[in-house]
């Protein structure tokens, strides 16, 4: 039988907030079954309780952000949701001191190292997984943008993108496929890092984000070339990271796919609008267990 995931133990971390620019404290605590994926608010009376769902994406603006109904905020999300996607986490309390989840390096990798020391545990309950069952898609013809899921017996994520004439963006690294039955997640993906352009700093800061953001939590390009010290991690970083950050956003809903995502200049508010297009068309997918772990999909024991 395939059992949900939890950690076994507490563990916690302090960063910076990428958009707040906020000092913040991450504590990554066990759950019980059929918790979900929830985040405590430790710095707001009470302690309110955000849980994780597509449904609650309420700010989309350069990261995926949790805003429900009393206004209550979880920002930038994504990389922690794209590590816990690496390791099948299903159950996990995470406290924050702050608005928004540290940005780290930049990639999900720190997160990783946290989910180690922790230890992943299996529990009493069975996992369940969501089976694609027909394509569903979603696009936006103005902002020439579009994401697909489709039928898959495991689980395989392919991002082309296309950031203009930019020297830095080659034509060869514009688009990435990662079949997670042939490829591990912690070798291929997790080390890529958020990115942006010096010209978009100005801008940012005006609306109040990337408050936080520096050569050692994100990649930075001028008109011509990368400010970091020691260049990229790889040629192709820049959508590898795409697909970091696209795992992350489908992995709000709570469970991993099975199926096959696509999408052609991606990003975190049409991944929301994917995940709500899914959970309200029933028919194109279906919850499934495994008694048998032969029978689990090979995607599965590779993902990390």
């Given at each position: ?100 989840t540290p940005i780290m390096d930049g990639s999900s990798n720190s997160f990783l190292y946290l989910l180690d020391q ?179 999909p090979q995607s599965f024991s590779l993902v990390s």
């Open positions: 039988m395939i059992y949900q995931r939890t950690i076994k133990k507490p563990i916690t971390a302090i960063g910076v907030g990428l958009h707040s620019g906020c000092r913040v404290t991450l504590t990554l605590k066990p759950a019980n079954v059929n918790t979900g994926i929830i985040f405590v608010r430790t710095d707001l009376d009470g302690m309110p309780v955000v849980k994780c769902h597509p449904f609650l994406i309420n700010d989309t603006r350069l990261s995926s952000t949790l805003v429900d109904e009393l206004g209550v905020r979880v920002g930038t999300i994504e990389h922690l949701m794209s590590a816990f996607a690496c390791y099948g986490v299903d159950n996990i309390v995470v406290e924050l001191s702050a608005q928004e922790a230890e992943i545990v299996e529990q009493s309950a069975k996992k369940k997984y969501i089976k694609i069952l027909d394509t569903v898609e979603v696009k936006d013809e103005k902002a020439n943008k579009w994401v697909r899921f489709e039928p898959h017996g495991g689980y395989k994520v392919k991002i082309i993108t296309d950031f203009g004439g930019h020297p830095v963006f080659k034509k060869e690294y514009s688009t990435f496929e990662v079949d997670f039955a042939k490829h591990s997640y912690v070798e291929e993906i997790s080390r890529a890092r958020t990115f942006g352009f010096m010209y978009e700093v100005e801008l940012m800061r005006k609306n109040g984000l990337g408050l936080g953001g520096n050569l050692n939590n994100a990649i930075v390009l001028d008109e011509e070339s990368v400010l970091n010290d020691g260049g990229l991690r790889f040629p192709d970083e820049f959508v590898r990271h795409k697909i970091l950050d696209a795992i992350g956003d489908l992995y709000i809903i709570g469970h991993q796919f099975i199926g096959a995502f696509s999408g052609y200049r991606s990003g975190h508010a049409i991944n929301n609008q994917l995940l709500r297009k899914i959970l309200t068309n029933q028919e194109c997918w279906e919850y499934v267990e495994f008694d048998d772990i032969d029978d689990v």
